[in-house]
């Protein structure tokens, strides 16, 4: 069903999909053959950067260890099926396991690209509709979902999360992460080399707050060491100095905030002489870098994995916007901004005024809470290797390789052993799927359409830039909309030849419906599109720059972007409160109950014993 395009030989532009920076490349083609990979220098977003791993599109492309024919298990080793026999053994398999045992016997796992990949995110909740399963696991428990839990208590969705509008600040404050290597992640910046040197050639000042001298951190102007693991202590500790100091400053928040009195309360228990120890950080220069950053015309506080993947992760990222807030930089030029997503997002679409979804329910063992429909991958080995109602029995893996990302992978490679059946949809043979029954082997990336739907949501600056697939896929090669929609019909009991058109046309029925009060007028807007391009027009004409199908005329459409290969500039980041809320209230809780009740968990740490050993590992901290 996705549209598959064959390029003449020659040269047309892809958007990298290999991380957050998306950047811009020119890919050289000879038959179906990629022979270079170049970036391109007249993308809107990237501006001709591009970093080793995109420029390696060929080299992947052409993998030989990449898996191009489903596998099935056959004793101790594995057999080249037909698509046909995989989708078969699935179905002998999986059915009957979820009418023995419930939905909840069948776990996902989905891996960190799904997050980048435009088919598995449009037709892969069709499988989770149909699975019914609360037992969603993903990569986000391991990396980023500190920083979601904070923005949806504080702002209503996870999703809505505030970037530095680091191409106009004067002051960018960093910490945990080692932007020169990683090009941002929750931001999405490609060039942040060259971004950075901007900021330093207009008087502007980077500081980074790091227990190790990375790249980043030794091209600052100034490396502030940290203890690992004591961030929050230092945040907290800024916040009462700028209380101390009657340095608050709300500007463009002012009215919109909720909490603050509590806040500058809970601060007044951290002063820098309380916390100098437990972070390694002298008192007077706690102050400094806390007056520095209340004091600068245009400042941003900016934190990555360092702080998510620790003991206060959550107050860390907490506490980042709490001072993006209070030194009068949330919403404002060269602060903190919220993109505005071409596609749109939970901070486009209507609120409802039910804040952000959290808690609905626990994991079965240790009694974790959901967050955004997910359990925290910690808890998938002992929902698999603890028996008992409700145990997994299966699992559908995506992408990643959780048996060594996830925590105590040790265990969790074991406890895969242990199951009754698992599928992956992944082109590789790793530690995690060699465990599974049955493997379909994704496409190569040039046969896919790109577009960021994700990513989008933290641009540094927003724009619209879509790639068609570039290749046709090869003969018995599956696109992902075609795996999902297959799998959902195993799951749901209709068995694995199910009408892939109506499927789609289903799933595009429901699409516009949800994006325009006349879905027969958007539906003929979009004809005679199929699959996933039908879908993102939909959402593009439906998106805050959109077409509204037709009622718009020069509002954005995939027409439009096919129109300009090279992307479509948005522009600079522009102040979206309070339009981009989701709270109840329609405010930004400052102070949500859930945090704030975790301070004291902090104020403990003050009186305890430091360990004598701090292990920094990947940047990721152990005591």
Same mark, same amino acid.
């Given at each position: 069903?996705?549209?598959?395009?064959?390029?003449?030989?020659?040269?047309?532009?892809?958007?990298?999909?290999?991380?957050?920076?998306?950047?811009?490349?020119?890919?050289?083609?000879?038959?179906?053959?990629?022979?270079?990979?170049?970036?391109?220098?007249?993308?809107?977003?990237?501006?001709?950067?591009?970093?080793?791993?995109?420029?390696?599109?060929?080299?992947?492309?052409?993998?030989?260890? @990449?898996?191009?024919?489903?596998?099935?298990?056959?004793?101790?080793?594995?057999?080249?099926? #037909? !698509?046909?026999?995989?989708?078969?053994?699935?179905?002998?398999?999986?059915?009957?396991?979820?009418?023995?045992?419930?939905?909840?016997?069948?776990?996902?796992?989905?891996?960190?690209?799904?997050?980048?990949?435009?088919?598995?995110?449009?037709?892969?909740?069709?499988?989770?509709?149909?699975?019914?399963?609360?037992?969603?696991?993903?990569?986000?428990?391991?990396?980023?979902?500190?920083?979601?839990?904070?923005?949806?208590?504080?702002?209503?969705?996870?999703?809505?999360?505030?970037?530095?509008?680091?191409?106009?600040?004067?002051?960018?404050?960093?910490?945990?992460?080692?932007?020169?290597?990683?090009?941002?992640?929750?931001?999405?910046?490609?060039?942040?080399?060259?971004?950075? @040197?901007?900021?330093?050639?207009?008087?502007?000042?980077?500081?980074?707050?790091?227990?190790?001298?990375?790249?980043?951190?030794?091209?600052?102007?100034?490396?502030?060491?940290?203890?690992?693991?004591?961030?929050?202590?230092?945040?907290?500790?800024?916040?009462?100095?700028?209380?101390?100091?009657?340095?608050?400053?709300?500007?463009?928040?002012?009215?919109?905030?909720? $909490?603050?009195?509590?806040?500058?309360?809970?601060?007044?228990?951290?002063?820098?002489?309380?916390?100098?120890?437990?972070?390694?950080?002298?008192?007077?220069?706690?102050?400094?870098?806390?007056?520095?950053?209340?004091?600068?015309?245009?400042?941003?506080?900016?934190?990555?994995?360092?702080?998510?993947?620790?003991?206060?992760?959550?107050?860390?990222?907490?506490?980042?916007?709490?001072?993006?807030?209070?030194?009068?930089?949330?919403?404002?030029?060269?602060?903190?901004?919220?993109?505005?997503?071409?596609?749109?997002?939970?901070?486009?679409?209507?609120?409802?005024?039910?804040?952000?979804?959290?808690?609905? !329910?626990?994991?079965?063992?240790?009694?974790?809470?959901?967050?955004?429909?997910?359990?925290?991958?910690?808890?998938?080995?002992?929902?698999?290797?603890?028996?008992?109602?409700?145990?997994?029995?299966?699992?559908?893996?995506?992408?990643?390789?959780?048996?060594?990302?996830?925590?105590?992978?040790?265990?969790?490679?074991?406890?895969?052993?242990?199951?009754?059946?698992?599928?992956?949809?992944?082109?590789?043979?790793?530690?995690?799927?060699?465990?599974?029954?049955?493997?379909?082997?994704?496409?190569?990336?040039?046969?896919?359409?790109?577009?960021?739907?994700?990513?989008?949501?933290?641009?540094?600056?927003?724009?619209?830039?879509?790639?068609?697939?570039?290749?046709?896929?090869?003969?018995?090669?599956?696109?992902?909309?075609?795996?999902?929609?297959?799998?959902? #019909?195993?799951?749901? $009991?209709?068995?694995?030849?199910?009408?892939?058109?109506?499927?789609?046309?289903?799933?595009?029925?429901?699409?516009?419906?949800?994006?325009?009060?006349?879905?027969?007028?958007?539906?003929?807007?979009?004809?005679?599109?199929?699959?996933?391009?039908?879908?993102?027009?939909?959402?593009?004409?439906?998106?805050?720059?959109?077409?509204?199908?037709?009622?718009?005329?020069?509002?954005?459409?995939?027409?439009?972007?096919?129109?300009?290969?090279?992307?479509?500039?948005?522009?600079?980041?522009?102040?979206?409160?309070?339009?981009?809320?989701?709270?109840?209230?329609? @405010?930004?809780?400052?102070?949500?109950?859930?945090?704030?009740?975790?301070?004291?968990?902090?104020?403990?740490?003050?009186?305890?014993?430091?360990?004598?050993?701090?292990?920094?590992?990947? $940047? @990721?901290?152990?005591?």
């Amino acid at each position: 069903m996705t549209a598959s395009r064959t390029a003449p030989s020659g040269t047309a532009t892809r958007i990298c999909p290999l991380c957050e920076a998306c950047c811009g490349l020119d890919v050289t083609v000879d038959g179906e053959r990629i022979t270079a990979v170049r970036p391109n220098p007249r993308d809107v977003f990237s501006h001709g950067y591009a970093c080793p791993k995109g420029l390696a599109l060929a080299s992947l492309d052409a993998d030989p260890d @990449r898996l191009r024919t489903p596998l099935v298990r056959d004793g101790g080793g594995w057999r080249e099926v #037909s !698509w046909h026999d995989a989708f078969a053994a699935v179905d002998r398999a999986l059915p009957p396991l979820l009418a023995a045992h419930g939905s909840n016997a069948c776990a996902v796992y989905l891996g960190n690209p799904y997050g980048h990949n435009l088919d598995l995110q449009l037709y892969g909740p069709a499988l989770l509709s149909a699975l019914r399963t609360r037992n969603l696991f993903s990569a986000a428990s391991v990396d980023s979902m500190p920083k979601h839990l904070a923005t949806g208590l504080m702002f209503g969705t996870g999703f809505g999360i505030a970037v530095p509008d680091i191409d106009r600040t004067d002051h960018l404050l960093v910490l945990g992460s080692n932007l020169l290597v990683s090009n941002g992640s929750t931001m999405s910046a490609p060039g942040l080399p060259h971004r950075l @040197r901007a900021l330093r050639r207009r008087g502007g000042r980077l500081v980074v707050v790091d227990p190790v001298r990375t790249r980043t951190a030794a091209a600052a102007d100034e490396h502030i060491p940290i203890r690992p693991g004591a961030d929050a202590y230092l945040l907290l500790a800024m916040v009462a100095v700028i209380a101390e100091d009657d340095l608050v400053r709300l500007r463009a928040v002012d009215g919109l905030v909720d $909490g603050l009195d509590t806040v500058l309360e809970l601060a007044a228990g951290f002063p820098p002489e309380a916390v100098a120890d437990r972070c390694d950080i002298p008192a007077d220069v706690i102050r400094r870098l806390a007056r520095d950053l209340a004091r600068a015309e245009r400042a941003a506080v900016h934190a990555r994995i360092g702080t998510t993947t620790q003991e206060f992760g959550t107050l860390c990222s907490w506490l980042v916007d709490v001072l993006n807030v209070v030194t009068g930089n949330l919403d404002r030029e060269g602060g903190a901004m919220f993109a505005l997503p071409p596609a749109g997002s939970a901070t486009t679409r209507p609120a409802t005024g039910a804040g952000w979804p959290h808690g609905r !329910w626990t994991s079965r063992v240790r009694k974790a809470p959901e967050l955004q429909g997910e359990l925290p991958l910690a808890c998938l080995a002992e929902e698999i290797d603890t028996g008992g109602e409700g145990r997994v029995r299966a699992l559908i893996t995506f992408g990643g390789n959780p048996a060594r990302s996830a925590p105590n992978s040790t265990r969790l490679e074991q406890a895969l052993g242990r199951l009754d059946f698992m599928v992956s949809v992944d082109s590789y043979l790793n530690e995690t799927t060699r465990h599974a029954d049955v493997i379909l082997p994704a496409p190569r990336l040039a046969t896919r359409g790109h577009f960021d739907l994700v990513i989008n949501q933290t641009a540094v600056r927003n724009a619209a830039r879509y790639s068609p697939p570039l290749l046709a896929r090869a003969p018995g090669e599956l696109g992902e909309d075609e795996i999902m929609l297959r799998l959902a #019909s195993i799951a749901a $009991g209709t068995g694995p030849r199910p009408d892939l058109r109506a499927a789609d046309d289903a799933l595009a029925h429901r699409a516009a419906r949800r994006a325009s009060a006349d879905p027969v007028i958007a539906l003929a807007a979009v004809a005679p599109r199929t699959g996933a391009e039908r879908l993102l027009d939909i959402a593009l004409r439906a998106g805050p720059y959109g077409d509204r199908f037709g009622d718009e005329p020069d509002g954005l459409t995939l027409d439009r972007l096919l129109a300009a290969p090279d992307g479509i500039d948005l522009g600079p980041l522009r102040p979206r409160l309070p339009g981009a809320l989701r709270t109840p209230t329609g @405010r930004i809780d400052l102070a949500p109950s859930l945090i704030v009740t975790d301070v004291e968990r902090l104020r403990a740490g003050l009186s305890a014993p430091r360990p004598d050993l701090v292990l920094v590992v990947a $940047g @990721r901290c152990a005591a």
